[in-house]
């Protein structure tokens, strides 16, 4: 199973080991058989580090999801939570805990494991309900970044673009920095950080705090990677919206939606259409008449934001259009969804009067007419036509550098911004000729299989001079995507 | 050779001893030590004696003396005792001496009699009173077991990180044990009590009865037990003299042994014999001692590490040699040096003499960025001592914000800790100060507070949402946020269990976002409430269920019921485009199958929309006939699709040919049956090869 880590350029299955080893010594406290209590958000990410058989090496017995009520009653002498730090969870913990038999005999040990950071908001809580001297061992399981494949590593944390730009919740930017201090610590001081975007910025100055944070701490391990890259999401709205044309990202688009392939195919034309920059500014038949026809409502979202974004806003009189069709064809309760989306920047009104997308589209060369998908020789074949803006950034960088896009970078939301982290001279590269560079390019608020896999593709390319890891929040396509941006108004029966 | 035998004494068969003075010890005492509470700490540490202890009168004079003395009986330090009445003493791993009190209280001292702090074990000992207590060290860390007057046992594992558990209830105890010690066994703390001839073992959860193996059974009751200092052996004494020895987990026996000395032994400790590296038990009366060994287990004992001895010396604050031992040793800055700076500024901090600049300069000066220095520890040590303003300072030079918080916490400088822990960018840190500001300010000064602080800010919304929905409210007025209370009202209004509550949640909505001048969502409201209400009509009226509907599906709904004139006022009312309503109500007929007023409909003006949705969604109800009707009408572009869909490949082809088309021609062919449409496909493939000669 651990083959695939190894696979790549950089060996990530230390990591995976780093992981493994912390959650054996947490289990290895709670001497005894043990029941775990899963917080299930968490059961998805575990699995990628450690199988069930580990867990049984441990004595775990027995494994429940966390609800209110009374526990099972497992004969173990352990009862371990598994949990986010959430106070909604917490007082779900609480209600268990206060349900326990106090009568039976053999009494439980409770512990918390809270993943992936302990919680003294969560303890105080606790300490206030009057549980929190129930609990033996409360420990941490720093669980950030969680290798995937040879040269994916992704945190899992599904609401993270949500959390950042609607509710301005930067917790997730926390512990995607952490993550890259493990990181660092296992694979060396990344001696050049790069970055665009809000979130990009924060994270780099939590990287610079948190290193100067330990001015002892002198890391002596020789630097894997080269470079990293952190994307703002928000500085590439585009992509995640358009279709995948990628053999995984297809199958990744068309899981779980029906759709005929000529309507298909429409839609293709359509968003191919928008990205190559025709007929953006006003209401567009096709989406219309999948209104009217009630087409799905995240297909039409999607559309209708991929529009918007190909245009830089809407005209108010389009945009209202939309809005007003879509309330009342859908409901009125996704007004709160309108706004959202709003919020994010994905549907918005053309405030400026100018459409910078045409600039952008020309100077990084977004839009390709002559691709060639049998021996693709550029990023764009993987969405037909469409070269994914953050994957150009990404591509510019290596060459010739950033200094030559400085007009469009400022188009593009947030800073763009140069860090460098000092080493010790023992520890400084020399490339040998011909020697690869490798970037870690961190793509904060998630990233598509489309995208990687132009990442992949300039990885291989004989000149290209640049491998590239991937680091990601959350794995996403433009669906889940506007899903988890979806407010979830559910009436009550009247 | 005489003089080298010549003072030691026989001691049973094959052993002697020896009797020889170390050292005289410095101290003048005039009271017996019988009468004292005494506590020696182990590895030749401190020693704690507390006099006067056992007077009951009150007089100041007659209060008891608590003294600390060097191992060779130095005086350190004397406080008269002024708490409450103590039972036992006994001293930590880290030389800190704990004072048990009668009520249970700890009260833990350095070994200069400066009071550290207290704790409690806990209601239960507190209202049956401290019977007898132990003090005991573990790989944890040193712990307090209690027997309370109600014959329960109480303990502690480590009283640094304190978690009070009350073990199990021995069935019919109605006296204290004879005896009772605190064992260590896979890690877990469990006490051995002896009642009469029985030996009781409690863990955690339970109690049970236990007979150590080999054990004679008229050995009779048991007066006494001893545990080696590493919880390995255990030696029992009865009292018909009988003492065994073996393994403190009982699985094994080592040795047994009769001495015949039916009394009560004052005395009873496991030992190493010298000579033989052998373990064996010192068993002593008021004028008998006897060494019982016989084993071949060999245990040793852990030694003075060098970290110890540095701890040690650091303790007597002697500094400099402890340094200097360091840089001997060249031990690593994080073991030695900075370790011995950081207790060297501990002490520092409570000089009161010098102002609070002079100190916190002075440690600066020292410790600078020495790595493994923890600022805040010091601080913290500052405050515990009364000096906040030093301890501030002191924090200014710790580089980790989120060590600052907690301090600043609990020295009440929540608005300076609130700042540090956004710095640390760490959202927990944050949370945990707002709360706690939350907790301690008034509603308007905690509001004001967040106002400066937009992280705060918004992290506190996101507690609000979860926790309470309401305060939410309070905090979008205080920012005059009307499109965001507009939204609060749209979103509470869908907990509405009535109508009318619904409706008037939707007004306050309006008219919010009225105020914030987003004319689009106060008019979808508006609309919103109209439909709700013509909805609850609808439902009384029809008797179905329309509310909750979207204004497209209860359109529908009243077309599929046939209510056509409702639709047509809906349509109306509302003003759904042309485009719209035409799909929405061809699509209804047809599920209704009512083609009948589908093709009058069709008759009643031009269709936006055009003919060829009337076609395909015919053909996808399977009603080619009706279909057929529409083929016709269709716009010339999409004739070819039309005719096709009905089925009518000969038409279709006339208007490809008509077209001159060759993309729709091999369309059509690609639809042709070798057998019945022989006709249409020579017609097309003639028009083909003409088109392709031009």
Known sequence: MAAHLSSGRVNLTALREAGRRELRQFLDKCAGSKAIVWDEYLTGPFGLIAQYSLLKEHEVEKMVTLKPGRLPQADVKNVIFFVRPKLELMDIITDNVLREDRGRSPQRDFHILFVPRRSLLCEQWLKEQGVLGSFIHREQYSLDLIPVDGDLLSMESESAFKECYLESDQTSLYHAAKGLMTLQALYGTIPQIFGKGECARHVANMMIRMKREFPGSQNSIFPVFDTLLLLDRNVDLLTPLATQLTYEGLIDEIYGIQNTSEDFFDNLTVEQEFMSGIDTDKANNYIEDCIAQKHPLIKILRLVCLQSVCNSGLKQKVLDHYKREILQTYGYEH????????????????????????????????????????????????????????VRLAQLLARPGWRSIEEVLKMLPGPHFEERQQLPTGLQKKRQHGENRVTLVFFLGGVTYAEIAALRFLSQMEDGGTEYVIATTKLINGTSWIKSLMEKLEPAPF | MDCYTANWNPLGEDAFYRKFELYTMEWNLKEDLRECLVAAAPYGGPIALLKNNARKEKS???????????????????????????????????????????????????????????????????????LEAKVFHTEYGTGVAILTGAHRFSLATNIDDLKLRRMPEVPGLQKPPSCWAVLSQDRVTIVLLAVGQDLYLLDNTSCSVVTPPGMSPSAGAYLQMAVSFNYRCLALFTDTGYIWMGLATLKEKLCEFNSSVRSLPKQMV????????????????????????????????????????????????????AIRICEYLRLSEIQGVSRILAHWACYKVQQKDKSDEEVAHAINQKLGDTPGISYSEIAARAYDCGRTELAIKLLEYEPRSGEQVPLLLKMKRSKLALSKAIESGDTDLVYTVVLHLKNELNRGTFFMTLQNQPVAL???????????????????????????????????????????????????????????????????????????????????????????????????????????????????????????????????????????????????????????????????????????????????????????????????ADAAIEHKNETEMNFVLSKCTASTDAAVAEKLNRARAQLLKK
């Not at chain 2, 004028?287 to 540095?310: A, P």
């Open chain 1, 335 to 390: 007004i709160l969804t309108l706004n959202n989306l709003e919020k994010a920047g994905l549907l918005k009104l053309q405030t400026s009067g100018r459409n910078n997308y045409p600039t952008i589209r020309k100077t990084l060369r977004l839009w390709m007419d002559d691709v060639n998908e049998q021996n693709p020789n550029d990023i764009s074949y993987v969405y037909s036509g469409y070269a994914p803006l953050s």
């Open chain 2, 270 to 321: 496991w030992c190493m014999r010298p000579w033989s590296r052998q373990p064996a038990v010192v068993v002593a009366w008021d004028r008998q001692l006897m060494v019982v060994g016989n084993s071949t287990e060999c245990i040793q004992y852990k030694r003075l590490t060098i970290e110890v001895l540095l701890d040690r010396l650091v303790l007597r604050r002697l500094y400099p040699l």
């Open chain 2, 60 to 130: 100041p004079s007659a209060r008891p003396l608590l003294e600390i003395y060097s191992a060779s009986g130095l005086l350190l330090a004397s406080i008269p005792w002024k708490s409450g009445q103590l039972v036992q003493l006994g001293w930590t791993a880290s030389e800190d001496l704990l004072c048990i009190q009668k009520d249970g209280t700890v009260l833990i001292y350095n070994l200069f009699c400066e009071f550290k702090r207290h704790f409690s074990m806990g209601n239960e000992v507190l209202q049956n009173h401290v």
């Open chain 2, 458 to 652: 918004s992290l506190y919304r996101q507690f609000c949402k979860h926790q309470e929905r309401e305060t939410l409210k309070d905090l979008y007025n205080q920012d005059d946020n009307h499109q965001e209370l507009g939204n609060f009202h749209v979103h509470s209004s869908y907990s509405e269990k009535r109508i009318e509550g619904r409706v008037g949640a939707l007004q306050n909505a309006v008219d919010e976002y009225y105020k914030a001048k987003n004319e689009f969502a106060a008019k979808a409201t508006e609309d919103q409430i109209k439909l709700l209400r013509l909805q609850r009509h609808f439902q009384e009226d029809f008797d179905k269920p329309y509310l909750d509907l979207s204004l497209h599906d209860t359109v529908s709904n009243l077309i599929l019921d046939g209510h056509h004139k409702r639709a047509e006022q809906l349509y109306r009312e509302f003003k759904i485009p042309d485009k719209r309503y035409w799909w929405l109500k061809i699509s209804a007929l047809a599920n209704r199958g009512d083609w009948e007023e589908m093709e009058k409909f069709s008759k009643s003006k031009k269709s936006p929309i055009g003919y060829l949705p009337f076609v395909e969604i015919s053909v996808k109800h399977h009603n080619r006939y009706e279909a057929k009707k529409y083929a016709p009408r269709v716009t010339p572009e999409q004739r070819v699709k039309a005719f096709v869909l009905v089925g009518d490949l000969d038409q279709a």
